[in-house]
């Protein structure tokens, strides 16, 4: 059976669309979830709400598509009155566009990410009676190696986690013995670089990070080529980076748990420490 068949299916129907940015020529993949749709959109897990693999290269990588619907609900779409535009399963395309824009900036810095390939905007205006606006999707499609996020290991088979593992070997320069500890050269390593170049992810967690060590989801990214257009959360942006390197060290220590590796803290904070982030400074 193929990884795909062992994923959920959705069906999805065809819109039409209007580009907002592409990189390269690429096959573009209109689709919103919907109950009586023709088409078919596959959800690696429960944890992927409005995220689907649309489609695969002869290369093995995964193209994903991103606002296409809610998955776990027969409404595409689900209004809550917490902010003006909060509505679960959709992308607003000023998001849509910090994402592509802002993971680019990031994988120009040499970090591993998701491969951006375009932004769409469907035709499909959603009204919102509560605050009487309207309000078309965005779609954000890109390519990745592995399909499935580090929270996603409850619905992975044990061998599927061991394949994507051994890959990291290739990474391992000091010949580490365990596992989780490749990954948090690389986790750790990722997080001085994007410092270094006064990037703030701000979304670092197991559902960013795939088992391939792939980071995604830059929608609430800050990068100097694009910074917060609000004065006011620019300001903020310095007091944010210290918090990123305990959402880091909590992926660090999710992956041990998950290979069920026993971990040292005192190598891990040692690690941090190599890399600039002294842990002792935050202890209170």
């Known amino acids: 059976m193929s990884l795909l068949r062992k994923m959920n299916c959705y069906s999805a129907s065809v819109l039409e669309y209007s580009i907002v940015a ?13 109950i009586d749709g023709k088409e078919e959109i596959i959800s690696p897990s429960a944890l992927h709400g409005r995220s689907y ?12 598509s991103k ?5 776990y609900s027969q409404y595409s779409f689900l209004y809550t009155p917490e902010m003006p535009t909060d ?4 992308l607003l395309l000023e998001d849509a566009l910090r994402d592509y824009y802002c993971c680019q900036d990031v994988q120009a810095l040499g970090i591993k990410t998701n491969q951006m390939e375009c932004v769409m905007e469907l035709d499909y205006p959603i009204y919102i009676p509560q605050t009487k606006t309207t309000i078309k999707p965005a779609i954000l499609q890109y390519n990745v190696e592995c399909p499935y996020r580090i929270c996603d290991a409850p619905f992975m088979d044990k061998t599927q986690i061991e394949a994507e593992v051994a890959k990291w070997q290739q990474y391992n320069r000091k010949g580490y013995l365990q596992s989780h500890m490749i990954a948090a050269e690389i986790l750790i390593g990722n997080l001085r670089t994007m410092h270094d170049h006064e990037v703030l992810h701000n979304a670092i967690h197991e559902q960013n990070y795939t088992w391939a060590l792939e ?22 942006v310095p007091s944010l980076y210290s918090r990123e390197v305990i959402q880091t060290y909590v992926i660090i220590n999710y992956i041990a748990g998950v290979l069920r590796e026993e971990v040292n803290y ?14 002792s400074r935050l202890s209170v």
């Open 22 to 34: 592409m990189r390269g020529m690429v096959h573009c993949y209109p689709l919103l979830c919907c």
């Open 53 to 64: 693999i649309v489609g695969r290269y002869d290369s093995g990588r995964y193209i994903v």
């Open 67 to 71: 606002g296409n619907g809610l998955c």
């Open 87 to 90: 509505i679960w399963g959709l």
């Open 215 to 236: 980071l995604l989801d830059f929608e609430l990214c800050r990068t100097p080529q694009h910074p917060y257009e609000k004065a006011d959360y620019e300001r903020h």
């Open 266 to 279: 005192a190598d891990i904070d040692a690690l941090f420490a190599e890399y600039g982030f002294d842990l």
